[in-house]
């Protein structure tokens, strides 16, 4: 009863639990294998790949000038751009990114009102993505963290806490564990149902920012 409810929250497959720290240290020293594609060159893309290469993963960048043209390489893929670029993405890369995890970490905001998301109401970007690539396992992930807390690994003194939802268990699984080898804690956060909550978070987060309540260098932190 207990693991239909969890697998019903957290995707439709068993609820995978987080590495020990052996084996944490033995995934990084084999993960040379996987390959991540960040779109984007940007302030979250250089932050996000130095956890990764942190964790054993090989990491290349598609800028904006090469972004149609470029082959994909990665088996994962990042959407490190502004939410309005990604249809072009699509666009692009519909069929290369079949079968691939395509990590969203947009934070949809109306960048006219900062006000309100560009999403339809009770959906989120991850969502939206996911209806338009529905060969591809997405996920939503890093969007309530500030670059600067992903670079540091802080914020204040705990340690930086990276949210992942999406309905593919293993895929949330994969990642988790990459950013757990690049030093960060990562958490199975729900499914994809749960990225409206998330989108939710990240914009709260932005308006305190912004409105200089906090520090880009602050945010959210989580405590177990
Ligand atoms: N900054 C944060 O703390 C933070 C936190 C959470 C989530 N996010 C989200 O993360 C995303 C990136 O934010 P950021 O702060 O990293 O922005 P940024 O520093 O402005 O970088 C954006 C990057 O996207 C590139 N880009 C734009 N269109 C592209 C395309 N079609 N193909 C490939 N690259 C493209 C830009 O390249 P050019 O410079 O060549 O145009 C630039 O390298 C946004 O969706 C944002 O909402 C940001």
């Known amino acids: 009863m207990i693991k ?10 068993d609820v995978s639990p987080a590495m020990t720290q ?9 993960n040379t294998m996987t390959t991540y594609t960040i779109f984007g060159r940007g302030n979250m893309a250089t932050a996000i790949a130095g956890i990764l290469t942190k964790g054993g993963a090989t990491v290349e960048h598609i800028g904006s000038a090469d972004s149609a043209s470029a082959k994909i390489n990665g088996s994962v893929v990042i959407l490190a751009v502004p939410y309005p670029a990604v249809d072009s993405i699509i666009a692009a890369h519909k069929d290369e990114l079949a079968g691939k995890t395509v990590i969203d970490i947009t934070n949809p905001l109306n960048f006219e009102t900062f006000d309100s998301l560009v999403v339809p109401v009770g959906s989120s970007a991850t969502a939206e993505i996911q209806a338009k690539l529905p060969q591809s396992r997405v996920l939503k992930a890093f969007n309530t963290n500030f670059a600067a807390t992903l670079s540091t690994g802080k914020i204040g003194d705990i340690t930086t806490t990276v949210l992942v ?14 950013v757990n080898a690049g030093g960060l804690d990562a958490l199975d956060a729900g499914s994809l149902k749960r ?17 200089e309540k906090i520090s880009w260098t602050g945010g959210f932190g989580l405590v177990k």
């Open 4 to 13: 239909e409810l969890l697998n019903k929250l957290f995707g439709n497959k």
């Open 22 to 30: 052996t084996e944490t240290a033995t995934h990084k020293e084999n």
């Open 165 to 178: 939802a999406g309905d593919d268990a293993d895929a949330k699984h994969a990642l988790i564990t990459d």
């Open 195 to 211: 990225v409206h909550e998330l989108e939710a978070v990240g914009f709260l987060q932005l308006t305190l920012a912004g409105s």
